[in-house]
């Protein structure tokens, strides 16, 4: 599928969020995907992948996650200099600023012409948890989290004492969260105390976990996993076309013994 790319500046109560929009040249509409991006913002290996959905049919927002804090374009290397800032800039911004800016990804979506109104969301990393936290939006209808960070920390944003794990029955979608067991950010304690709670709240989700590393997803370093990343792009289009393309509103239904 031939694709095109285009780049806004979308509103928000923080400031204007420069955001990277991929979409079928023709046709549609298509479901709608906010893809939040790892610490580093707008790399190469988050513009292939947002460019390899929008090729499946979707019609992909990409925001800087950190656009109040750096200037607009701004993309930190894959190195120490740009971890540390990340990690910076991940623990300056605020919860609520971080909720603001996907309503207003929601909002553009809702508005965008190609899109069909069935809107799910992706992220890596950080963006993971951003996902995870879209989730709680009643218009996400499927929520896809790589190697989502800090959850079992309850750690992101200003104040490090976010309530992501506190607001499960907000999610009206379906999850799907992958992890890679060597994944020193996410060890098995934390990724238990994810599973249980989910489980708890009764959440519709799906778990995969692989013997990688975190980042394996990321087409750039040694960490990368290329027939594990297939298999994974794999389990992404899958979930959101069911979840996006069939018309089902509210997974927990699905689960309803109605006999």
């Known amino acids: 599928m031939i694709i095109v790319s285009e780049v806004h500046d979308i509103s928000t109560p923080s400031g204007p969020m420069r955001t990277y929009l991929y979409r079928p040249a023709e046709g549609g509409p298509y479901p709608g995907i906010l893809f939040f991006s790892e610490i580093f913002q707008h790399t190469g290996p ?7 959905l929008a ?17 607009v374009g701004t993309v930190l290397p894959y190195d120490q200099a740009g971890a540390d800032k990340g990690n910076a800039d991940k623990v300056t911004k605020t919860l609520k600023a971080y909720d603001d800016d996907a309503g207003a990804i929601v909002d553009f979506l809702l508005r965008e012409q190609r899109t069909s109104g069935s809107l799910g969301a992706l992220g890596i990393c950080i963006g993971g948890h951003l996902s995870f936290r879209a989730a709680f939006r009643p218009e996400i209808r499927a929520a896809a989290c790589f190697y989502a960070t800090d959850i079992h920390k309850r750690s992101l944003g200003a104040g490090m004492q976010d309530d992501s794990l506190d607001r499960l029955g907000e999610i009206d979608g379906e999850l799907l969260m992958v992890w890679g067991r060597q994944d020193p950010h996410i060890p098995l304690e934390g990724r238990r105390l994810i599973y249980d709670t989910l489980t708890a709240a009764e959440t519709v989700f799906t778990w995969h976990e692989f013997n990688a590393q975190h980042a394996f997803l990321r087409d750039e370093g040694p960490r990368y996993d290329p027939e594990l990343v297939q298999l994974c792009y794999h389990l992404l289009l899958s979930f959101f076309h069911r979840r996006l393309s069939t018309g089902v509103r509210n997974s927990k239904s699905l689960y309803v013994d109605k006999l």
């Open 55 to 71: 090729g499946n049919g979707y019609v992909v927002a990409v925001p800087e996650i950190f656009h109040e804090l750096n200037p």
């Open 46 to 52: 988050i513009q292939r992948l947002g460019a390899f």
